[in-house]
Each structure stands twice: as C-alpha cells, then as structure tokens.
C-alpha cells in the first residue's frame, strides 16, 4: 500500500546571496507525495536535509519555485542522488545562471503545467514580481498552495534586489492566488503558514 497522500516538510539553513550582499536564511523544504513516490519543492541548502525527509520514496520531480540561490544550491546535486528532472520557469534563467554556470535544469515548468504525484496533480501558477519566473504550485486535494517566496505569513515577498518587482508582485498576488479559495493554506519558502484569506484581508484585493 502507498499510503494516503501527504505533505511533509523540514526546514534547513544556509545563506541567500544577491547584488553583492549575504544573509543568512532558514528555508522550508516542502516533499508531496505517499509512501511510494514524491516530489520536492526547493533544493536550498543541503542534500542530506532533503534526503532526510524523502527517505525510500521514488523522487519524481524537484520542482523550483524560482532560481534565487537559497532555492536552487543544491538542485543539481540532489538531481543526481535521486535521478530526477528539475523544473524551473525559464523567465529565471538569468537568476539560476548566477548560482549554476555548468548546470541548466531539464524541464521548463509554464503556467499552467501539472505535475502529477501520488494520485495527485500540483498545478503551476506563473506569478512574477519576486522573481521573473517565480511560480506557485497549487494542491487543490490537499487545499493548500506553496507559494515559495511569492507570499508570505504577513504579506508580499521581498522585492528590493535584482529581477523583482513590486508592482509586478502585487498584480500576481491579487490576480492568481486571491483567486483561489480563502481556506488554502499557503506554504511558504521561509517561516510560517498562512491562508489566503488572511492574507487577501491584510494586503486587500
């Protein structure tokens, strides 16, 4: 038996580093799927973490919400442990070329692509404006959206550094995620969920 159908996460610490500065950042690990297979969103810091989480399950997918070097360290290395494509927006070539010169992802995930796993479909949703490519992956059998570093616990993600956009975000925001319904809980790249509803009351549609 595969088991029911989960969402399971970790989180792991390391550095984000942009337009000649670094901090140090804790960044969720999210990992869909059941006992059999799964999908990773994000591949931030170390493998070990990653792997941690996945333990025995079939990896079908590492799946990046946008190619910031805190999303994206350790894609390629955790490509070949598990032998998985990575999917990655192409609007953030430019982005990913800053952390990986040697190594370009293997699928382009557009708007609107579906990502199977375990009986279940992530449907990517095109959100620019923290990134060009930034995407979100909804789950609707599972009511929840992860939003990587587009929405947060408390509001818009960050959009002071290179390739971001304020205006830009808020427009995905209100278009695509307040769209969805006000109960999805929102996983985010950093910290603590939230849901739509709280936060399309906070930002306002």
């Not at 950042?25 to 493998?47: F, K, L, Q, R, T």
């Not at 449907?123 to 060009?132: E, S, V």
């Not at 930034?134 to 408390?154: I, K, R």
Request: glycine residues 10%; contains cysteine; proline residues 6%.
């Amino acid at each position: 038996m595969a088991g029911p159908l989960r969402v399971d996460h970790a989180v792991t610490s390391g550095t984000f580093s942009l337009d000649g500065e670094t901090f140090d950042v804790d960044n969720n690990v999210w990992v869909v799927g059941d006992d059999d297979e799964c999908v990773v969103i994000d591949a931030p810091h170390s493998v070990e973490d990653i792997l941690a989480v996945v333990g025995e399950r079939r990896v079908k997918a590492i799946i990046c919400t946008h190619a910031h070097d805190d999303h994206v360290r350790v894609a390629p290395a955790l490509r070949e442990a598990v032998v998985a494509p990575i999917l990655l927006h192409p609007d953030d070539k430019p982005l990913w070329e800053l952390t990986h010169t040697d190594h370009l992802w293997d699928l382009d995930l557009s708007d609107g692509a579906e990502i199977p796993v375990a009986g279940t479909v992530l449907t990517a949703i095109h959100t620019p404006g923290h990134a060009p490519g930034a995407v979100c992956l909804h789950a609707p059998d599972l009511g929840c959206v992860f939003a990587g570093d587009t929405l947060f616990q408390g509001g818009p993600g960050a959009t002071g550094r290179s390739f971001s956009d304020r205006p830009t975000l808020e427009a995905s925001i209100r278009a695509r995620l307040f769209a969805l319904p006000e109960d999805t809980v929102v996983h985010t790249g950093h910290g603590e969920d939230t849901t739509i509803g709280a936060e399309a009351a906070a930002l306002g549609r």
